[in-house]
């Protein structure tokens, strides 16, 4: 299954949609467009929508974390919403969940 990544903004607010499975073949493509969203200036917030994920490799979840990373130090919130089961359950057991505000 490809990746299919779309972005919608709401005045201070991006939403990034991602939809299949997030593993090593893809991730450039969702970092780069979690980069664009952090960095695109008038954004203040931006969440990761993962409702149509299934699953996510460890590379994937290092996107995710170093993604964060550079949004808090850009002054950005972003948080990962809308986790599938076992994606959240992977989140969850490599404690990633709330530093990402897995919800």
Not at 39 to 47: E, F, T
Not at 70 to 91: I, K, M, W
Request: glycine share 8%.
């Amino acid at each position: 299954m490809s990746l299919q990544v779309s972005k919608i903004t709401q005045e201070s607010t991006t939403v990034v949609s991602v939809a299949g499975e997030v593993d090593v073949s893809n991730a450039d493509e969702l970092r780069s467009a979690i980069d664009d969203a952090i960095s695109s200036g008038a954004q203040r917030n931006v969440r990761v929508d993962l409702a149509q994920v299934p699953y996510i490799d460890s590379t994937g979840i290092g996107v995710l974390v170093g993604a964060k990373n550079r949004a808090s130090q850009d002054g950005v919130s972003l948080v990962v919403v809308n986790p599938q089961r076992n994606v959240a359950r992977v989140l969850s057991l490599l404690g990633v969940d709330k530093e990402l505000g897995a919800c």
